[in-house]
């Protein structure tokens, strides 16, 4: 997995432009070692073809409806859905800091924040070398619970790639996953490249305003 950068992990901390304290420096390097020693990385990504049909798209025996992923997903021919986790032990160290010192939890959190997504955007680069074998170029990553597609299609998701088989992950009643530092996504795949960005701050509207933003004004 990419090395955690300092800089996105203050970016989540909500420093911004602030370079920090040497002493909280300090704090996210000792969150950092403690993390890469506890991790458990897994993931699991398959392709599909895609059926739409205006602004619902069939995978296999599933079906999902949102207007915005269909915009996302308009001339794909497949489609790949992928999981990602850190596995169980981020959330122990998270509860356990939380006990002795919320500002520890805080910086446990931002760091794990980083590096699933450090993982996610490997996972995609994976994706992305398997899709040209084919000829085939990603859009976006777009996960479920995010914009209109609903977080109640995690239950096909799962089922679909059987997540808690592969990767350790379950779903609650209420569709979140546990362990929390995990993610879903689609992604489209077309014969068109549209040069597109990964996935998150870039193609979010809200990306030059947002203090969390990882574009390069907010780093």
């Not at 269909?70 to 596995?87: F, H, V």
């Not at 777009?142 to 350790?168: M, N, V």
């Not at 546990?178 to 068109?192: M, Q, R, W, Y």
């Amino acid at each position: 997995m990419k090395p955690v950068e300092l800089k996105d992990v203050l970016r989540w901390l909500g420093s911004g432009k602030d370079a920090g304290t040497p002493e909280l420096h300090s704090h996210i390097e000792t969150a950092i070692r403690q993390l890469e020693a506890a991790v458990q990385p897994r993931e699991i990504h398959r392709f599909f073809p895609l059926v739409s049909d205006g602004d619902t798209f069939r995978v296999e025996d599933a079906s999902f409806t949102s207007r915005s992923l269909s915009r996302n997903l308009k001339g794909c021919t497949e489609i790949a859905m992928m999981a990602c986790t850190l596995g169980p032990e981020p959330d122990r160290l998270i509860r356990r800091a939380q006990i002795s010192s919320m500002a520890d939890a805080a910086i446990l959190q931002a760091v794990c924040t980083v590096m699933i997504e450090n993982w996610c955007d490997e996972v995609n680069e994976t994706i992305r070398a398997e899709a040209a074998e084919k000829h085939l170029f990603l859009r976006p990553r777009y996960s479920p619970g995010y914009g209109d597609l609903a977080l109640e299609s995690q239950r096909d998701f799962f089922r679909i790639l059987d997540i808690t088989k592969h990767t350790g992950i379950s779903l609650t009643e209420g569709c979140l996953m546990v362990p929390t530092k995990s993610v879903t996504a689609f992604i489209g795949l077309s014969e068109t490249d549209r040069n597109c960005i990964l996935s998150g701050c870039e193609d979010c509207n809200m990306h030059d305003t947002c203090m969390y933003s990882r574009t390069e004004k907010h780093v």
